[in-house]
């Protein structure tokens, strides 16, 4: 079954919990669609949506939370990306303020940039306002569900649940696996990316509103899961959040070597061995607080 989600102040919430009661309750297989706000709450480049809660709407404007019925903590949650299609504007800023990496660029005082974007979603074309265009590659850069801790939780950090992924690899045609933390999942999704470079290291990627996100969530018993993978027409992507980047990728890797033992039946030593021969590991993005490091199979990388 296919459900629509109205956007409207109900259905938008700026942070995570468990305690946000649903606005939609689907069963597992079913696709939910809807359109959504850009992080910023922008209804246009000059407006901004109104009501907002100073204390809980700080973060990105998501759409949810979307109950499964009958999922249950420990299970895994497959979100299949059906449809991405992206509004008419978009922005990126750069500089301007602190962060661990305007710091050491030196580009933490002074003005921040803005650049404008017009986005043509027929024809996959981005371009500025001086003229330059980019082809469109649009993905949602928040995909997740709340942690198991009462209370309310920002949604800039991705974690083992998912969140603010921010990889630029989930377009439409690939499918997100998530351990599942609460009861009936509660998940949510936002934040639309036109498009992205690994590490997003301005802060930002072209940010905009999505017209159309098309989703179908799917609740298995297994592969039980400690961080998310992905599926993709290419490859298998698996990945690593951590503070400190090197955990991050330890995190990554981690969880290849068990995909790899369990996709291809190898041993752990011998998934090691090929991983190093034919894995990419890639930075997703190193601006969320917890950076984020995403392990790269090709599926046609071993010939077995």
Known sequence: MKHEIPLERRTLHGHFSRDLAPVLTIDSGDTVAFSCLDS??????????EPRDEQVDQG??????????????????????????????????????????????????GETLVLHWSLDADAGIGQDERGREVELRPFPGVLGMPPPDPGVHPTAPPRSCGGNIDCKELVAGTTLFLPVPVDGALFSAGDGHARQ??????????????DWLELTLTVADGPALRTPIAWTPHAWLTFGFDADLDEAAAIA?????????????????DALALASVV?????????????GVHAVL??????M
């Open 40 to 49: 910023g709450w922008h209804l246009s480049p000059d407006e901004t949506f």
């Open 60 to 109: 990105h404007a998501l759409v949810g939370p979307i109950e499964v019925r009958g999922a249950r903590a420990g299970q895994t949650l497959a979100v299949r990306i059906d449809e991405v299609r992206v509004g008419t504007f978009g922005a990126t800023v750069a500089g301007g303020w602190s962060t661990t990496l305007n710091d050491r660029l030196g580009m933490s005082e």
């Open 197 to 210: 470079g690994d590490g997003e290291v301005s802060q930002t990627a072209i940010e905009c509103p999505l």
């Open 253 to 269: 890797v981690e969880a290849m070597l068990e995909l790899m033992q369990r996709e291809l039946g190898v041993e752990r030593a």
């Open 279 to 291: 894995v990419d590991l890639r930075v997703t993005q190193v601006v969320n607080g917890v950076k």
């Open 298 to 303: 090709n599926h046609d990388a071993i010939r």
